[in-house]
């Protein structure tokens, strides 16, 4: 087809295909799809005052946007005026509470699947940061700890790389290694083999990329507190099993809103470029002193015989449940919190730091579980339905016991045991 244009290449005419003009009148005019896009700098295009109804200028692409930590990112990116990108594999209706972060425009959704280099580019070539939230803690026909934890990740840090990314963050665990501590498991927990073989290939394809590595986030929906609390992880006289009945596991669970904190201000840091921070808490506890903490918080005690601890490695249903669930191809996320017998695993070892640099190098001041957790429980409260007449009803809750440097360093050569401290008297 033929047209007449201005000089500038805007046209005035367009005649049918077959129309006789001498050439010298009319130029050929390309069809807009054969135009290619313009590179556009889109931080020159900053507008606003800042918050949701301005744009900052960045463009960043939140893989796992939908999950558990994705949520808190999300929020925050959308208050300071980003526009956020939400691959989504599957129905896109579970995506819709996502909508709402942001101004009009600013939220855009593409679908993708993690095996797909092609739909992974297209969702990454307008963005200038990119997070990569997606994680599973139990393994499906689909999916192995390999595909989720190392394939994935290195596939996104490669196409990121190709694509002229500034910024990756990147999300692994506190306790991955090479060689992962062993509680009952022959070989230890895969998922944090695989997590470190992870941070190995996102260094590799990305090495500015910025690491984090978390302990127990909770939070509201999380997966840590509805495990604890899961039917399926209480036996039939409402006992917790616990490896060593949680003495010498010890913890450092993190509040979900300092990780996301955490995560904001790495993208804004120019110490955070190939740096791994450790998302850790600000307090060292047992096992057994958390679960103790966490139940009392929802008025229920062992003199009223509402829980009770009891010893993993002498209960066979927890592994039968674990094994189950983690096979059973309905609800394994939703209904049965990604149980399994390496979370049981990863709930039976320590929190072990290498040295890096926590949450406060980057600013944010650490909450504590007596601030945080009795608010995270309000809702599973054994007698919410109750109103106290009085102050002195209220039910006082002792706090966790924090576990000082010594106390950790006796608990772990006791620990050294292993199996023979179920053995009254041995420690």
Not at 52 to 74: C, E, K, L, M, P
Not at 108 to 117: G, H, S
Not at 173 to 190: D, H, K, T
Not at 297 to 317: G, V
Request: proline letters at 5%.
């Amino acid at each position: 087809m033929a047209g007449l244009s201005m000089r500038s290449g805007i046209p005035l005419l367009k005649l049918p295909a077959g129309t006789m003009a001498p050439s010298s009148q009319f130029l050929a005019q390309s069809y807009s799809s054969e135009v290619k896009a313009r590179d556009i700098n889109l931080a020159a295009m900053k507008r606003g005052r800042g918050g949701r109804s301005s744009f900052s200028g960045d463009v960043v692409t939140v893989f796992g946007g939908n999950g558990f930590i994705g949520r808190g990112v999300a929020n925050r990116l959308g208050k300071n005026g980003s526009q956020m990108i939400f691959p989504y594999r599957g129905d896109h209706y579970k995506m819709m509470r996502l909508k709402v972060v942001g101004d009009l425009g600013q939220v855009l959704f593409c679908p993708f699947e993690l095996k797909d280099e092609e739909s992974i580019r297209n969702a990454v070539k307008h963005s200038n940061i990119v997070i990569n939230l997606i994680g599973r803690d139990m393994e499906t026909r689909n999916f192995s700890y390999t595909d989720v934890n190392v394939n994935g990740p290195e596939t996104i840090a490669r196409i990121c790389k190709e694509m002229g990314v500034q910024r990756l963050v990147h999300m692994s665990s506190i306790n991955a290694r090479a060689e992962p501590e062993r509680a009952f498991l022959s070989r230890g927990s895969e998922w944090l083999r695989t997590k470190y073989a992870g941070e190995l290939a996102v260094r590799d394809q990305f090495p500015d990329a910025t690491i984090f590595r978390c302990s127990d986030v909770y939070g509201q929906q999380d997966n840590f507190i509805n495990r604890i609390f899961s039917i399926l992880t209480r036996n039939g006289f409402h006992g917790i099993p616990l490896y060593l009945k949680g003495n010498y596991t010890v913890k450092q669970p993190v509040h979900m809103s300092d990780v996301v904190t955490g995560i904001m201000n790495s993208l804004y840091d120019p110490e955070a470029i190939g740096q791994t921070y450790e998302a850790v808490g600000p307090e060292r506890i047992t096992m057994n002193e958390l679960v103790r903490y966490m139940y009392e918080c929802t008025s229920r005690t062992p003199e009223a015989w509402n829980f009770h601890i009891t010893e993993l490695m002498l209960d066979p249903t927890a592994f039968i449940k674990a094994y189950m669930t983690s096979k059973s191809p309905f609800g394994g996320v939703e209904a049965f919190y990604q149980q399994s017998l390496d979370t049981l695993e990863r709930m039976s070892i320590s929190d072990e730091s290498e040295g890096y640099p926590d949450l406060t190098h980057l600013g944010v001041k650490l909450s504590t579980l007596q601030q945080r957790m009795p608010w995270e429980l309000k809702a599973r409260d054994l007698f919410s339905y109750y109103e106290y007449e009085t102050v002195e009803e209220v039910p006082i809750v002792k706090p966790p016991k924090i576990l000082s440097f010594h106390e950790e360093r006796d608990l772990k050569n006791r620990g050294a045991a292993g199996l023979l401290n179920i053995i009254p008297g041995i420690n």
